[in-house]
């Protein structure tokens, strides 16, 4: 596969995320769409299944990281071309733009109805419960890890599965981190999926939508670069004393 035609599935796929992620997120949020109020388990059923669909869309041609994250991880893994990782990051940041701006527009008149602020941020980026940066980035750093852990592991060795399983596993995982781990951050574990929307919240002409909140905004960015490169070293880690054990072997 040629590098443009990885860079723009890698741009389509993460597109596709944020239109239905972003779109879960005006779901259960806006003052007048018929799935308000449907609560924290519904967020992250639809983000693990977003997440799902995007990587069907895409898996064949690029991989689906969807995520700088994981593309970094990779590279540092070995498993991905050091000089693809630039391409790849930037088809990710610009494919939140154009997913998040597509759900903004499938929920327009919505979105111009809905009185609170922070909620016409809040469907597009993430946001801490408690305003405490270091703390903020340990969140996404050890949620990042972990899916970076998980990613590694599915497939691997004896935990080999039908060819076409490993989007929905990934789904799954996506699931339990924000079930799990989501509560403090709003589970970014992802720089396209907040920059990217972020992004487009700010450029968009949202009606009545106030500031973009870019003081929190290297938060979901930096952390999940931290912890995408810490899960792939523990992982690593592992298996090395896994082949010293026999045990395990």
Known sequence: MEPMSMYF?????????????????????????????????????????????????VGWASGAHLNPAVSLALAVAGTLDWALLPGYIIAQVLGGILGATLAYLAYKRQMD?????????GVFSTGPSIDDAKWNVVTEAIGTAV??????????????MPAG???????????????????????????????????????????????????YAWVPVVGPLIGGVLGTLIF???CQMAQMCPVLN
Not at 41 to 56: E, K, L, Q, R
Not at 147 to 160: D, F, H
Request: overall charge positive.
């Open 147 to 160: 899916l970076m852990i998980g990613i590694l592991a599915i497939g691997y060795g004896k935990n080999q």
């Open 9 to 57: 599935a890698e741009f389509v796929g993460t597109a596709m995320l944020l239109l239905l992620g972003n779109g879960v997120n005006m779901t259960l949020s806006l003052k007048h769409s018929y799935g308000k109020g449907g609560g924290w388990m519904c967020t992250c059923f639809g983000w693990g299944v977003s997440v799902t669909i995007a990587a069907y869309f």
């Open 113 to 121: 109805e809905e009185p609170d602020v922070a909620t016409k941020l």
């Open 236 to 238: 690593q880690f592992l």
């Open 165 to 215: 399983i490993g989007p929905v596993v990934v789904g799954l995982l996506i699931m339990v981190i924000g079930l799990g781990l989501g509560g403090a951050t709003g589970f970014a574990i992802n720089p396209a999926r907040d920059l990217g929307p972020r992004i487009a919240h700010a450029i968009l002409p949202i009606k009545g939508k106030g500031d973009s909140n870019w003081k």
